[in-house]
């Protein structure tokens, strides 16, 4: 295609970070047009080329994007389009050092009220970073020539050190937030069983803590061995949606077109959801051996992990397993020596929740915007470059590892246990169990605290009160009780904060998150943000019922009328807290 | 594909071919389904959403301008559920946009009782901006874009493949950009005004047309349209020239065109001039 460029001239030193992706640039000699598919087949490539240039000058200048337009085939508009699409990309100049303070339901609900107090303008406030059991998170980011990079997330922080960081203090060593789960010595964990233990860096260590057996069998046994497993362990999704895992990976396996695609979803971002980070930190490698028996089982010949960019430590670690993996032949031209071809991909979101929906998440590896699509068709059927995808969350995965052990099941599910509770963290507990016996694993509340609220499944669950601790924790109990597990979020909320300070940081949270593309949830967010300003000060447009009347009505409609998920949900939590609890 | 899909629409049996559409199908039996950001001429965006119909058995709406028929499918089209949706979207929209010179829709609003004065209190968030007029063809007012995507599509793979614009930003500060906001002078465009064709809102609009309403002489009432082949080319496009006090003040390409599916060039759609330009023989 022709693309027009506006003359601006990208630097040398984001000519080069743009090659650490696309290769060397090809020879100019004036004659020779490079372009058509061979370009366009790079398209995929724009996100990671974004990120290269972000990292290394800080911004998205004109020239980059016109050198990028150049290379891909891209329109400098749609590229623009893409970059101002993600919070984590600029399309102006910024400081170098850029500090993300956390200023989410469950940072709040574990105190972090006089930290967001004390902050300056210099901090940026940011939704849930996914390190809720450790207390106020803030991710550090410094920009530049790679020896002087920085991406580390620190917890818990006070204002004093974000002050410190932003002056340039380094952040701290990661021992904090690198911590193993609180169940950990308990010898009856099953998903937690490695993340519990010392981290495991080498495939060696891998195989001698039992790892790669699932493989070598699934691989011994064939795809349909799988299937068979998975079904009769009664695995469903774990990523919020719940749907059997057996039934998308065998439609996926059966559909005629080709080539397949297997995804791993790991772009935790729900509100007080960290157990996916936990599972990528300190079990990397079995999250990629799931992610290979997953391509075994749908006949794919690639895959992908979506991380989101808040989790660097989950990426280097996945980085670092997927090399290992190669090296040792369990990736590559023939897995184990199998004859099966498969190789896995990392890639990095850049700030947005709504790329953990399946299908803006395509869009976001295909180097579009994250907008999700319309369902049919689905992805078993078109997903990922509009082939047969199945898309599993990172808990789905590592619980496939343990569907396929002699004997294994998958009755037990994790759930993140955060606020003001003794001992916040990643809990494996069967399912049935209720709230009140999850609650109480953790310590229960710390003491002097009195319950007031518990958000369940995160900003997309539900706000319950203390009559609700008998609910017992499975999908279809919740399902009974009108609620949804949702991603495993239980935000413990105690009586000194104001819940109508966790409701309107919940409408905002959908509010800064829609992708903006159809009209129910693109504009329903900010007038239920608005309405809920005007409600809990008081100052009611009309009365207050029709104040509810509107609220209502808007989450009508952006349950019935949005196209995904983020519209669906973003009226769950506060309705629920306006009719039980406020 | 001569395979026939049976379903009920409104509690009537309907057979249609495997692959339509439920608003095809509902158009079969004589019902119109509202649409926004629908163009026949191109593949469905989805954005809208005041198309939604009510399907038995699902979860939640679906939109009737992609929706493919199955069989066995029951439709209700004017459900209370249905109506509510509609309502709220074109309330949300007039809340939020200036739509007075997005005629079909404020029909619509009658239609379905809509009243977006109930969710403005003045301080009521919208996309109120200053309008962009940086070059002589056509002025950009994305005060009155309701993001239907049709002017992306027009300028991308779906016509004219010139890509100057894009969506850029997110959520409800989504808007229709070039590449940081250029003047289109700076940007890709070819000024073919397939956009400004699409554009169901006058958010893009001629600035003939645009200086009349500004100087309050833009009439309706004293316009005439005549249709005719643009003059410059062997491809004989059509063209709708709309004239008010002999002058060509807008020019149209009729959509259902099957030659031009209503996109033209430059020439045709803005180099209308010399029709009464001073030295044409005879004048």
């Known amino acids: 295609m022709d693309v027009k460029l506006s003359g601006a001239a990208a630097t040398d030193v984001e000519r080069a970070a743009v090659a650490t992706v696309l290769g060397p640039e090809p020879p100019q000699d004036g004659r020779v047009v490079r372009a058509g598919r061979a370009q366009r087949e790079h398209r995929h490539l724009l996100l990671p080329a974004l990120h290269a240039l972000q990292d290394s000058v800080g911004w998205l200048s004109r020239g980059a994007v016109d050198h990028l337009a150049e290379r891909l085939a891209v329109a400098p508009a749609e590229i623009y389009g893409v970059a101002s699409f993600y919070h984590l990309l600029a399309t102006e100049p910024q400081p170098a050092l850029a500090v993300h303070v956390c200023d989410d339901v469950a940072c709040r609900a574990a105190g972090a009220g006089a930290l967001l107090g004390q902050l ?72 937690l069983r490695r993340a519990a233990g010392k981290v495991i860096t080498t495939v060696d260590g891998y195989e001698a803590a039992g790892g790669l057996a699932a493989l070598r069998r699934a691989l011994e046994r064939g795809p349909d061995w799988v299937l068979a497993e998975v079904k009769s362990a009664g695995l469903v999704g774990r990523g919020g949606a719940a749907f059997p895992t057996a039934r998308k990976w065998e439609a996926v396996l059966r559909a005629p077109s080709r080539p397949h695609y297997a995804v791993c979803n790991a772009d935790e971002s729900e509100t007080g959801t960290f157990k996916d980070r936990l599972l990528l930190e300190r079990d990397s490698f ?41 090296q040792a032949g369990w990736l590559g031209a023939s897995v184990g020596g199998a004859g099966f071809a498969f190789d896995v991909e990392l890639r990095r979101g850049a700030g947005a929740y709504i790329c953990g929906e399946e299908t803006a998440l395509f869009n976001s590896i295909e180097g579009r915007r994250g907008e999700p699509r319309n369902k049919p068709p689905f992805p078993v059927e078109s997903g990922l470059f509009g082939q047969p995808t199945a898309v599993n969350n990172v808990e789905t995965l590592v619980a496939v590892l343990e569907a396929l052990q002699a004997g294994g099941s998958a009755s037990s599910k994790l759930f993140c246990v955060s606020g003001p509770v003794l001992r916040p963290g990643v809990y494996e507990v069967e399912f049935g169990t209720t709230l009140q016996a999850l609650i109480e694993l ?141 | 594909m001569s395979a026939r ?105 009658q239609e379905y009782g809509a009243r977006p004065e109930r969710f403005a209190d003045g301080e009521a968030a919208t996309v109120q901006q200053p309008v962009k007029i940086d070059n002589e063809l056509y002025v950009r007012d994305y005060s009155r874009c309701v993001l239907c995507y049709r002017c992306v599509q027009a300028c991308g793979v779906e016509a004219q493949n010139t890509f100057a614009i894009w969506v850029s930003g997110r959520g409800f500060e989504a808007r229709i950009s070039t590449e940081y906001d250029a003047p289109l002078p700076d940007s890709a465009c070819v000024y073919c005004g397939n956009c400004i064709e699409v554009c169901p809102t006058g958010a893009l609009m001629f600035k003939s047309e645009f200086d009349l309403r500004e100087a309050g002489t833009w009439d309706e009432g004293r316009q005439s349209t005549t249709t005719t082949i643009c003059s410059y080319c062997g491809v004989g496009c059509s063209l709708d020239l709309v004239v008010q006090d002999n002058q060509i003040v807008r020019v149209n390409s009729p959509e259902g065109n099957d030659i031009t599916l209503g996109n033209l060039c430059i020439k045709g759609r803005f180099g209308h001039q010399f029709v009464s330009g001073p030295k044409r023989r005879g004048r």
């Open chain 1, 120 to 191: 300056g303008e210099a901090a940026r406030r940011s939704a849930c970073l996914g390190l809720c059991d450790h207390g106020s998170a803030a991710l550090v980011r410094r920009t530049g020539p790679a020896a002087e990079r920085l991406d580390v997330a620190v917890a818990p922080v006070t204002a004093a050190q974000v002050a410190g960081f932003l002056r340039g203090d380094p952040p701290p060593e990661l021992a904090a937030v690198d911590a193993p789960p609180p169940q950990a010595g308990d010898p009856g964990l099953r998903l």
């Open chain 1, 286 to 326: 079995a999250v990629l051996e799931s992610l290979v028996i997953a391509g075994f089982a749908t006949g794919s010949e690639h895959g992908f992990v979506y991380v989101r960019d808040e989790y660097p430590l989950a990426r280097a670690r996945l980085q670092a397993a997927i090399e290992d993996l190669r």
């Open chain 1, 442 to 582: 953790a310590g229960g509340l710390q003491p002097g605290r009195r319950l007031q609220a518990v958000l369940l499944g995160g900003a997309a669950g539900s706000l319950v009160g203390p009559g609700r601790l008998g609910l017992q924790l499975s999908f279809e109990a919740a399902r009974a009780a009108g609620l949804s597990l949702g991603s495993g979020a239980v935000v413990v909320i105690d009586q000194s904060l104001d819940l109508t300070e966790v409701v309107l940081r919940i409408a905002r949270f959908f509010r800064e998150e829609s992708c903006g593309q159809c009209v129910p949830c693109r504009v329903g967010t900010v007038r239920q943000e608005e309405a809920l300003r005007r409600l809990f000060s008081g100052r009611p447009l009309g009365s207050r019922e029709d104040e509810l009347v509107r609220l209502s009505e808007v989450a009508q409609v952006m349950r019935d009328a949005s196209i995904c998920g983020l519209g669906q949900t973003a009226a769950i939590a506060v309705q629920s807290a306006l009719k039980e609890l406020l």
């Open chain 2, 5 to 109: 899909v049976a379903l009920s629409i409104d509690g009537r049996d309907v057979q249609v071919a495997s692959g339509t559409t439920l608003r095809e199908a509902c158009q079969v039996v004589g019902i119109e389904i509202p649409t926004l950001c629908f163009n026949p001429n191109f593949s469905a965006a989805n954005a809208c959403r005041l198309c939604v119909v009510e399907l038995e058995g699902a979860r939640t709406l679906v939109p009737a301008c992609s929706r493919r028929v199955e069989s066995g499918m029951r439709i209700q089209t004017g459900s209370d559920r249905v109506r509510l949706s509609r309502r709220l979207v074109l309330e949300l929209l007039g809340s939020s946009v200036d739509l007075s010179v997005a005629h079909e829709l404020g029909e619509l609003m």
